[in-house]
Structure formats: structure tokens, C-alpha cells
């Protein structure tokens, strides 16, 4: 993802993903439109007249939740201590860039004029948006069924002055907000608050950038994947486009058109009658993990689309409660805040991400595996016989990281439980489901650059036995990623550099111009 680019936005633009992960990141800002004022006022004006025509709308006239039926007519604080009743959050605090998606998706949704937010409000909102104030939000707390009223509630408390924040670089406390005073603090009142903390915005949020990611990951798997089939002498014949028609998955037929397209050249084997060193003791088919790369990665690259298209029209949606339609001077109330969408997308993205770890370690282990990788030194040790040991602590690192992100993997969608009085008696568990996704990357990251190391150091080491050079895709990686990790000409620890390489492999992925499988 380019950053810095300061390119602009509108609330009014249907915002595709690299869009969302762009605003998160600071390299695009939002313009406000008189239009989007002008649709806030207009819902606002609509609000007024029901309330002066005596028409009950829920959390303005009423309580909130199963106390719907109390009259809260007269009560002027409500508003204000909806935020407090649900500031309950609890547990680490969410990437401030996450916090800004969150607070940019609430902006974009107020302004299409459905959600009857005060104007002063919004203007006040837009203000700390384009200043960059973020409020800590607690992670856990949310059931994501009437959208993310607990995430939410902590962003709208730091908003009115009353939470920790981070600001110009800076983390504060709530007690600094007078001292420092970045804006006026919102006064929540009207419908104001409720307005705000319905809705999907941080589930959303936060799955979007798991989305972004994954693809990223999934993109560098395929690349693996193709250098990983060179280095064992892989029968292109299997990733042929004329079978792929016969299977038309799109994720098949993409993922074979660039596997074969790229295999023409380098220590590929186009016929197994005719093997040469090192590949003499190969076996006549390759095994599924190279044979059936086009199935298994095709599989993920149609299931992460499928996401991708769930997550865009949650983005571009209106999902609080209740809602005001202008022209017809009309207020509807309904359920839109319900993230059940976003939480199975999230719970099918958070598998997506176990499978590309199987994968991976499944990978690492045969390159690794004497037995296995067809002439290749047992570890990729180099050195004298007893002097080395390579990459042996490395994989049974890699090993545990598997293991560890398949006992994470559960789908939340299911772990629905009755709350609220039973008035929430169905939830989405989106928002858990969402936190699982960003613990689980943190667990793959780590697995998918253990295994870069072993598959440049596995090219590295057939470099040395065949007297030609691999693929120019496998050799353009291999440019590229051996500036960033040294030969292991000699037994190092490790840990140092898996650690850096997991801070940036996103970027360092990004950055690989020829990454595969768009």
C-alpha cells in the first residue's frame, strides 16, 4: 500500500477496500461536500418534526434495549449516559490506524443522511477525524448484535474528552484533553450518541484489515508455493490451463494460467521420462502440495473474493437504528446494526488464514525433510557433516505456530448467547470473531517468513547443484527477498530476524513488484 500519496476521498464515493486500508493508514484523506451537510440537516430537520408531532422513536422518547417501553421523554442525559452504560470494554486496545477506519466508516455512514445525527455533531466529528484524534479502544466487549455498541461507545467517550487518546504521535490521558484541547468536545444529546454507537463500524474495521493482509499473505503463499514446485522439479503438466477449463473454478483457472505461464523455463520437469540430477529419485506425479497447487490456492483466492465483495458493501452501507427518511418525513426501525454478514465473512476469512499456515508448514517441512526434498542438505545446514544444523529449530518453531493457529481457528459465528434481557437474544459474535482474525495473523506472519527463509535458502542450495538458472519468477524473488535475509552459511540465532521480517512482511510483500496472483 502506497503511502503518503495524499490523495482525497468523499463520503459521498463508494470506497473499495485498498480505499478503507488507504484512509487507515493516513494516505488519503476525506472531503466533506456541502451535500453531506446537507443530508445530515435534512435527517436532523425530519427527527425534529416527529418529536414535535409526538411520534416515539426509539432511544430519543424511549429507554434503550428491553427498557424500550420506558418513557425517556423528559430525560435530557440520556443520550450521554448510553455511552456511559456501555463503555465496558475490557482487553488490549485496537491499532490506532484501526481506530481511525473505524472513526472514518462511522463519518461516511452519518453522512448519507439516514441516522438523524445532530449537524453541529457531525462537523465536531469530522473536526477530530481530520485532526487525527484517536481514542484507546478496548478490544473485547462487543456481541456485535446491535452493532459494536461497546467499541463504539469507548470511541464516542474519548470523543466528548472523557477517554485516553493518542494524538499528533502522542498517547494522552482523558485528563490532558482540557490541557491539550485538540477541539470542543462533543456534547452527545438528541440521537446523537445512539446514532453513533449503532453499527458494524468496528467489526467492519477491523475485518477489513485482516482482509487486506490476508491477501497480501495469501499472494506471497503463491509465490512460495511456485518456488517451493521449482525446487523439487515439479510437473507443470498438472497446472495446465486445458484442465483447469475442465474444473472452471476462477480461483483455479487464475492461479494455473500464472503457475503455468511462468514454469516454461528454469528446473521445471516437462517429462518424467527424462529426470536428470537432482531430481533422479523423483517420483513419476508430484505430491498434492505441488501437483494441486491450482486447487488449493485457487480455492482461497475464490473464498477471499467472496469476502472482499461481503466486507465492500458492509463499508458502503447504512447499518444504525433507527432510521430517518427524509423525503417521505418517515422513521423505520430494524435491525440493519446486525453483523451476522460480517461475522461469517470473518469467521471464513479467519480459516482462510489456518489454511494458508497448513500450508506453509507443510512446505517448510519438506524442504526441510532429506527423505523429502530430493538432494537438498537435510535442513538446508550448510557446512561440513556435524557442523551445522540449519534450519532444524527454525521449523520446529514453524511447527508450533501451526499448531497453535489451528487451536484459534473456531468459528464465533456459532457462539451465539442470549444477552440484554433477551432482547439481544440472537448475536453475531462478529467483533470477536474480528479480534480472533488479528490474533491469528499474528500467529501466521511469523510461520509464512520462517518459510520465506527456507525457500530462498532452498534455492540458494539447488542453485549450487544445477548448472542453469531457476525461473525468471523464482529468480526475481530470489533478487529480491535474499537482501533481506543473509545465506545461513553458518548456524545463527534466528529469532532476531524472524522478528523484523515479521514486523514488515506485509511491506515487504507489497513492495515485490512481480507478486503473484492478483
Not at 215 to 221: A, K, M
Not at 303 to 316: G, K, P, S, V
Not at 421 to 438: H, I
Request: with cysteine; charged share 20%; proline share 5%.
Amino acid at each position: 500500500m502506497t503511502r503518503g500519496t495524499n490523495s482525497k476521498l468523499h463520503f459521498s464515493d463508494h470506497w473499495s477496500l485498498a480505499d478503507f486500508i488507504a484512509i487507515g493508514n493516513q494516505a488519503k484523506n476525506i472531503d466533506v461536500n456541502r451535500s453531506d451537510f446537507e443530508k445530515v440537516n435534512l435527517a436532523y430537520e425530519t427527527l425534529k418534526a416527529l418529536i414535535e408531532k409526538g411520534k416515539w422513536i426509539y432511544g430519543v422518547s424511549s429507554g434503550f434495549g428491553p427498557l424500550a417501553s420506558e418513557d425517556a421523554s423528559a430525560n435530557l442525559q440520556r443520550q450521554e449516559r448510553l455511552i456511559y452504560h456501555l463503555a465496558t470494554g475490557v482487553g488490549p486496545k485496537l491499532k490506532p490506524e484501526i481506530t481511525r477506519m473505524i472513526l472514518a466508516l462511522r463519518l461516511k455512514q452519518l453522512a448519507q443522511g439516514y441516522s438523524g445525527i445532530n449537524p453541529e455533531s457531525f462537523k465536531t466529528l469530522v473536526q477530530a477525524f481530520q485532526m487525527n484524534f484517536l481514542p484507546e479502544i478496548p478490544a473485547l466487549g462487543s456481541v456485535g448484535a446491535s452493532g459494536d455498541l461497546t467499541p463504539l461507545a469507548h470511541l464516542a467517550l474519548g470523543l466528548a474528552g472523557q477517554a485516553d487518546f493518542q494524538w499528533k504521535g502522542k498517547t494522552y490521558l482523558a485528563s490532558d484533553f482540557d490541557k491539550t484541547h485538540p477541539f470542543s468536545a462533543i456534547k452527545w444529546s438528541n440521537k446523537d450518541a445512539l446514532a453513533f454507537v449503532n453499527g458494524t463500524a468496528a467489526m467492519t474495521s477491523i475485518v477489513a484489515r485482516n482482509l487486506y493482509e490476508t491477501l497480501v499473505l495469501f499472494r506471497l503463499s503463491s509465490q512460495l508455493a511456485f518456488s517451493y514446485g521449482e525446487c523439487l522439479g515439479a510437473y507443470p503438466e498438472a497446472w495446465h490451463p486445458k484442465l483447469a477449463q475442465l474444473h472452471p473454478q476462477k480461483g483455479h483457472i487464475a492461479v494455473s494460467n500464472w503457475l503455468y505461464q511462468q514454469s516454461k523455463e528454469g528446473w521445471f520437469q516437462h517429462n518424467p521420462m527424462e529426470l536428470e540430477h537432482p531430481f533422479e529419485a523423483k517420483w513419476p506425479q508430484d505430491p498434492y502440495s505441488i501437483r494441486c497447487i491450482p486447487q488449493l490456492l485457487g480455492a482461497v483466492k475464490d473464498q477471499l473474493q467472496q469476502i472482499q465483495d461481503c466486507i465492500t458493501i458492509e463499508m458502503n452501507s447504512i447499518s444504525d437504528n433507527p432510521n430517518f427518511f427524509s423525503i417521505d418525513k418517515q422513521v423505520y426501525h430494524g435491525g440493519n446494526f446486525n453483523g451476522q454478514h460480517v461475522s461469517f465473512s470473518s469467521d471464513q476469512l479467519n480459516l482462510q488464514m489456518a489454511y494458508l499456515g497448513i500450508y506453509a508448514e507443510k512446505r517448510i517441512s519438506t524442504l526441510c525433510d532429506s527423505k523429502l526434498n530430493l538432494g537438498l542438505p537435510a535442513f538446508l545446514k550448510s557446512g561440513n557433516e556435524g557442523e551445522n544444523s540449519g534450519f532444524m529449530g527454525a521449523q520446529v518453531t514453524a511447527t508450533a505456530l501451526c499448531a497453535e493457529l489451528k487451536s484459534l481457528y473456531q468459528p464465533l459465528s456459532l457462539q451465539s448467547l442470549s444477552t440484554n434481557g433477551q432482547n439481544q437474544d440472537m448475536v453475531s459474535m462478529g467483533t470477536a470473531s474480528a479480534w480472533r482474525g488479528q490474533q491469528m495473523l499474528n500467529i501466521l506472519k511469523p510461520l509464512i517468513s520462517i518459510e520465506c527463509m527456507v525457500n530462498i535458502e532452498a534455492l540458494r542450495h539447488r542453485l549450487k547443484q544445477i548448472n542453469r538458472q531457476p525461473s525468471a519468477q523464482s529468480l526475481d524473488w530470489l533478487t529480491y527477498f535474499g537482501s533481506h535475509f543473509s545465506p545461513l552459511q553458518e548456524d545463527r540465532a534466528l529469532s532476531p530476524e524472524i522478528e523484523h521480517l515479521t514486523e514488515h512482511i506485509i511491506s515487504i510483500a507489497e513492495q515485490f513488484e512481480h507478486l503473484p496472483c492478483k
